[in-house]
């Protein structure tokens, strides 16, 4: 890469894809960078679909495989929102000597001391209602969930409601089921972290301070159990961070790649 380039590579939330990044993709573009926007398994335009997922590491597969193609002391700027902030922790674990800092923008923040599970739980416990959202049940209703939809008025009053409108109707036509886990104990294992590898990557949080369901009390409650090497806030955006406040996130990415890489 040139002189002053970084690679970023951008990890989608649960139900969204590569889609979700286009705003701040563009703009890292025309700023000279390298970027890399995903798509997990069964999301964007993956062609698996949710039912077909069966443990972590299928929805995580093309990242995975991803990081494992990257050359040889090559390190690149992971960038998690949402459930993509749990994507970067085993991406972190996996492949500690190809993150140069992990950012996790409005994202779920496991640890090798703060399970998956603790953080999962307490999302649930805190999110006051599904609203419209559909759930699918493969073993029948009296089973946990096995995968959830967003629904129209639960994205533009939890997710979207400071974001521009044209967002908000592109995401309703392209968001999809994602696959709930719950206390699948091979999701755990598969997510297991350790401070020899995912501790020794430097991590900056994205605090989104109009969040309205990874609300900030809950963004600062996982920094106090997992503390960060920084935190960042930016102010008057909502849970789409990349679309309520492109430019500022696009900022704050290249402070910190200039900063810890």
């Known amino acids: 890469m040139e002189k002053g380039e970084r690679h970023f590579v951008l990890v989608h939330g649960a139900g ?16 000279g960078h390298k970027v890399t926007a995903l798509d997990l ?3 964007g335009i993956h062609p698996k679909q949710a ?17 494992a193609s ?26 500690p000597e190809k993150v140069s800092v992990a950012v996790y923008a409005a994202a779920l923040m496991p640890g090798p001391d703060f399970d998956f599970s603790a953080v999962y739980d307490e999302f ?5 209602s599904f609203m419209d959202s559909q759930f699918t049940f493969n ?26 409108p044209e967002d908000l109707m592109l995401a309703k036509s392209l968001v999809r089921p994602f696959r709930l886990y719950g206390d699948d104990a091979l999701w755990l294992k598969e997510a297991e972290l350790t401070k020899e590898k995912y501790g020794s990557v430097r991590r900056v949080y994205i605090v ?5 369901v990874v609300k900030e009390d809950f963004q600062r ?6 503390p960060t090497d920084e935190v960042k806030v930016i102010t008057g955006s909502d849970h789409m961070v990349m679309f309520s406040k492109p430019k500022e996130l696009c900022l704050c990415l290249q402070e910190i790649a200039n900063k810890y890489s």
Request: proline letters at 6%; hydrophobic letters at 40%.
């Open 16 to 31: 969204h894809g590569a889609w979700s990044w286009y705003r701040v993709l563009t703009l890292l573009k025309s700023a």
């Open 41 to 43: 398994a069964a999301s």
């Open 51 to 67: 039912h077909e997922l069966r443990t972590l590491s299928d929805y995580l597969e093309p990242l995975m495989e991803f990081m």
């Open 70 to 95: 990257l050359p040889a002391g090559e390190r690149v700027i992971l960038v998690g929102h949402s459930l993509g902030g749990a994507c970067n922790s085993v991406a972190m674990e996996k492949f």
């Open 124 to 128: 649930f416990r805190r999110l006051e």
């Open 139 to 164: 073993q029948g209703p009296n089973n946990p969930p096995t995968s959830w939809l967003f629904g129209s008025n639960f994205m533009a009053t939890k997710l979207y409601q400071l974001s521009p």
């Open 208 to 212: 989104c301070d109009q969040d309205n």
């Open 221 to 226: 409650w996982m920094i106090e159990n997992n």
